[in-house]
């Protein structure tokens, strides 16, 4: 829900277990308890999509969720993730855009210790885009009410005997009919690929062909989304919001043309999950501000975790019976 703060603060003084997201200022104006929150001033909320500096959006840890443990983590700690979720638990993982631990987390997830056993959601902080090389995105450990803009923080939860998690990921974008696309290196920054086989300048290649950069490159074997940031074309180099791997072959994603109604036709009927987020991308490129995405409320973010980091997805986690 999206709400103020001095709402947010009665609960927090309640006792509940909160997850929540608001600008920086906001939630360092917040008392120490059972919470852990990120920076971003864009929201789905009920009433549709919202920017707002001063509230605050809240996600409240259900009592099918028993007990919760609060852990921060650096680059060198994050692979312990999935170690420290208990075997019939639940993580919720937020890490600030812009760090290390964030690369380290997205160029390795995949083969951390304990990973896919336990279901693993969250989203990556952010600022607004009127801030972008002014602000840098933070993550707060509620228990302390710190700040951290090199660190993640993380909410590990044991679910209520009989209760299983389910984790869903809604991606609209399909992996087009055009060139297929490879990368030698894994990388969030890429100068040379390879186009159906023969090397390219990637910079090049996107500006030559006139791609349309608001939809993303997508695993062709896993259907994940790379998403662009910037096509440098003076330095030959692409940035982008997630790594590629070698090993993999890609290819654009087919354009949609009514993300609304492609979206809520992807919905489950009758969904009313636990946490869910959207892309900041989602939000901009579809337009989403004022318009509400039925079911799904809660902070629009700078990438998504469903075990491991995604972009241009939404993905929600639902507690239901086992």
Known sequence: MLTSTKEVTRRILAGERLL???????LASLPVGNWIGGTTPYFMAETGGTVSRHAVFAQVI?????????ETYDADSIHRICLDTPENGIGFLILPSASAVLLEFAE?????????????????SGVHLDDLGRKSAKVFDGRTATIH???????????????KANLGVINLFQPGDGDVLAFPEVGFHVGECLVNGAPRNFAEYLLETKVDTRVPLVACVNGSNV?????????GRVDLYAPVFPGLEYR??????????????????GLRPTFSCNCILNFLYSDLEGKITEGMSGPITFGEIAYQLLNQTLVYLSIEDG
């Open 227 to 235: 998403s662009f940031q910037a096509v440098d074309a003076d330095h």
């Open 62 to 70: 259900p009592p099918e969720v028993e007990q919760v443990l609060i």
């Open 149 to 163: 803009s090199d660190r993640g923080v993380a909410m590990h939860g044991t679910l209520a005997q009989g209760k």
């Open 252 to 269: 654009l994603a087919e354009p949609i043309s009514d993300y609304l109604w492609c979206f809520h036709s992807a919905l489950p009927s």
């Open 108 to 124: 390795k997830a995949p083969d951390f210790d304990g990973m896919f056993l336990r279901p693993l959601t969250g989203w990556i």
């Open 20 to 26: 929540l997201a608001a600008e920086e200022d906001v």
